[in-house]
């Protein structure tokens, strides 16, 4: 967990808010992935990312390497984006994916 | 679709007790790894593989063994259970080789309680 951190660590939305999700590393991180634990337990890759951006529906996620940082954005929420969600960073290609503590959203009718 | 698969499920173990949890993957990927996940810490890495025959600490490698005799399985080995080994622990593969994105493919987890 101190390698990565992640805030907020919780977080609670409106149904159809926006929200930002962020990572810090303290490594040196070549690769971010990130993932939503659902409310039964699964985990489910969102992303996978070399520094850049990428979209994918109402997901945004962006990782900048020189800055270490990596962010997620989620655009008008919806119940199902519930859960927690975790970024994984591999630090200097090592393929040792390491992960943050997570942030753990709500959403709200 | 990748497929890792965990068992068992659920286990409740005595201390002192010898713990296999097994991990096989039908991906063929490389990379395999073991994650413990409690309240307040995330996911943190205890051990994984680089392929069949290879085991690498992860950051919290302390009374747990791992082998990975073969591509498709991971097992993890509490030689002597402890309650403080109460978790639920995760299986995951990924790939990188030959350029691939090592994403990361979970199993359902494995509850397991020492008593």
């Known amino acids: 967990g101190d390698k990565v951190k992640q805030s907020p660590s919780a977080l609670s939305l409106q149904e159809g808010t926006n929200s930002a999700l962020r990572c810090n590393f303290s490594i040196a991180a070549t690769t971010v992935q990130w993932f939503l634990q659902n409310p039964r337990g699964s985990l489910i890759n969102l992303f996978y990312?070399?520094?850049g951006t990428k979209e994918n529906g109402r997901l945004k996620s962006a990782f900048d390497s020189k800055e270490s940082y990596s962010t997620l954005h989620i655009r008008d929420a919806q119940l199902e984006d519930s859960g927690t969600y975790f970024c994984a960073a591999d630090p200097s290609n090592t393929n040792k994916v390491v992960f943050g503590t997570g942030t753990r959203l709500q959403v709200l009718p | 679709e990748a497929a890792v698969t965990q068992s068992p499920r659920n286990k409740v173990a005595v201390t002192g007790g010898k713990v296999t949890l097994s991990c096989n993957q039908t991906?063929?990927?490389?990379?395999m790894y073991w994650y413990r996940q409690d309240t307040g810490h995330g996911l943190r890495l205890i051990h994984y593989s680089y392929g069949a025959g290879s085991t690498e600490k992860g950051d919290i490698p302390d009374g747990y063994k791992a082998s990975r005799p073969s591509q498709e399985n991971f097992s993890l080995i509490l030689e002597l259970a402890t309650p403080s080994q109460t978790s639920v622990y995760f299986c995951?593969?990924?790939?990188?080789?030959?350029?691939?994105?090592?994403?990361?493919?979970f199993g359902a987890g494995t509850r397991l309680s020492v008593l």
């Open positions: 995951a593969s990924g790939d990188a080789s030959g350029g691939n994105q090592n994403t990361l493919y």
């Open positions: 991906n063929n990927h490389n990379n």
């Open positions: 990312l070399v520094p």
